[in-house]
């Protein structure tokens, strides 16, 4: 997950560099994730995530802002496959929702 939440920065064009922890960037600002769901839920036929977000500011520690974001898919039948299919649908739907609002407040 984290690997792909900094390729969908890096593939906006809009921030000179994204690292992980521990890369020795000089940042500006951090996430704070917090994965609060991460489901198949078979009784309702979606795969679920959520995810609490906090934007802090690097340099002095404060919080900009902060966010419940989210994505689902349909579960469109029961094998493995099916369903981490929709759990990479509904992961990208969150991380494309926390792009936007990241951007948005930088």
Same mark, same amino acid.
């Given at each position: 997950l984290q690997t792909r939440i900094v390729q969908s920065f890096e593939n906006t064009g809009r921030v000179r *560099? %994204?690292?992980?922890?521990?890369?020795?960037?000089?940042?500006?600002? &951090?996430? @704070?994730?917090?994965?609060?769901?991460?489901e198949v839920? =078979?009784? +309702?036929?979606?795969? @679920?995530v959520a995810i609490g977000v906090k934007l802090m500011n690097d340099r002095n520690g404060r919080v900009i802002a902060t966010r419940q974001i989210g994505g689902q898919a349909s579960i469109y039948g029961t094998s493995?496959?099916?369903? %981490?299919?929709?759990?990479? +649908?509904? +992961? &990208? *739907? *969150?991380?494309? &929702?926390? %792009?936007?609002? =990241?951007? +948005?407040?930088?």
């Amino acid at each position: 997950l984290q690997t792909r939440i900094v390729q969908s920065f890096e593939n906006t064009g809009r921030v000179r *560099a %994204v690292g992980r922890p521990g890369e020795g960037l000089l940042i500006n600002y &951090q996430l @704070v994730l917090d994965i609060r769901n991460f489901e198949v839920d =078979t009784a +309702s036929g979606l795969a @679920v995530v959520a995810i609490g977000v906090k934007l802090m500011n690097d340099r002095n520690g404060r919080v900009i802002a902060t966010r419940q974001i989210g994505g689902q898919a349909s579960i469109y039948g029961t094998s493995n496959d099916e369903m %981490v299919d929709a759990l990479d +649908s509904a +992961s &990208q *739907a *969150a991380i494309d &929702q926390l %792009v936007r609002w =990241t951007l +948005s407040k930088i």
